[in-house]
């Protein structure tokens, strides 16, 4: 069909007129790839098709602008462009097209993942490897590139971060404060008997705190006790707190 006028419109669209006196709005990478404007006619086929062919263009774009911003795995596009209600075929062919252009490679994006949690986070290996699996990249994937995060990587880290989290803690006794910490740095994906060691080796001393809490309880305690039975009932209620 011949094109008698064309118009550029926003969001990569072209208004065809046809000579028919007909017009349909075509994706730019349509008229590019078909030649459109320079032989100043489309097919029946595409013009028949316009709609899917466009559809299928503009869910490119849009996964184009979405990674341009950010690195992302093949699920996290995928997700973006259903809940734009792009048809799931159209995903498909999009995320393949992407991946033919090097755009999208879960290897890659892992690895970036990794190193830059590694640099510019807290984070550790369990945690990390639980983000990747929320991402839906491969485990095989996973495993390879955490290997960069070694054991080696790990202690080194948590020698830097233990003690300055350990600095934060208040009144707490030795027991409650190993046990915070390693809460603390094992919800953040490290190995916990690694954190106990370097616990092992870091002077913390407790006494103010035993007498803190030695005062509360004896105000709470005396209330209706005394004698022994005051004094056991204190000690009793400071070892469950971990003080000795």
Do not use: W
């Not at 995928?78 to 809940?83: E, G, H, P, R, T």
């Not at 809490?213 to 469950?240: A, C, H, P, T, V």
């Amino acid at each position: 069909m011949k094109i008698a006028k064309f118009t550029k419109q926003k969001n990569s669209m072209y208004k065809l007129l046809l000579e028919n006196g007909e017009s349909i709005l075509a994706h730019e990478d349509l008229i590019l790839k078909k030649d459109i404007l320079l032989k100043r006619e489309i097919s029946d086929y595409d013009i028949a098709n316009i709609n899917i062919l466009n559809n299928n263009y503009n869910a490119y774009d849009l996964a184009v602008k979405y990674i341009g911003s950010k690195y992302r795995s093949c699920f996290e596009v995928y997700a973006y462009l259903k809940n734009k209600e792009i048809d799931k075929d159209v995903i498909n062919e999009v995320i393949d097209r992407l991946k033919k252009q090097s755009y999208l490679d879960d290897r890659a994006y892992a690895k970036a993942f990794v190193n830059d949690r590694m640099k510019f986070s807290n984070h550790g290996p369990g945690k990390i490897k639980k983000e990747l699996e929320e991402r839906r990249v491969d485990d095989a994937i996973i495993d390879d590139v955490l290997r960069n995060f070694s054991s080696d990587v790990e202690k080194e880290k948590l020698l830097k971060l233990v003690p300055k989290y350990v600095k934060t803690i208040k009144n707490k006794s030795r027991y409650q404060m190993v046990n915070k910490v390693c809460d603390y740095f094992g919800n953040l994906g490290y190995n916990r008997s690694c954190v106990s060691d370097i616990l092992s080796t870091i002077e913390y001393d407790d006494s103010e705190a035993r007498e803190k809490e030695y005062k509360r309880l004896y105000n709470k305690y005396s209330r209706k006790y005394s004698g022994s039975d005051l004094e056991l009932k204190i000690k009793q209620s400071m070892y469950k707190n971990g003080y000795k």
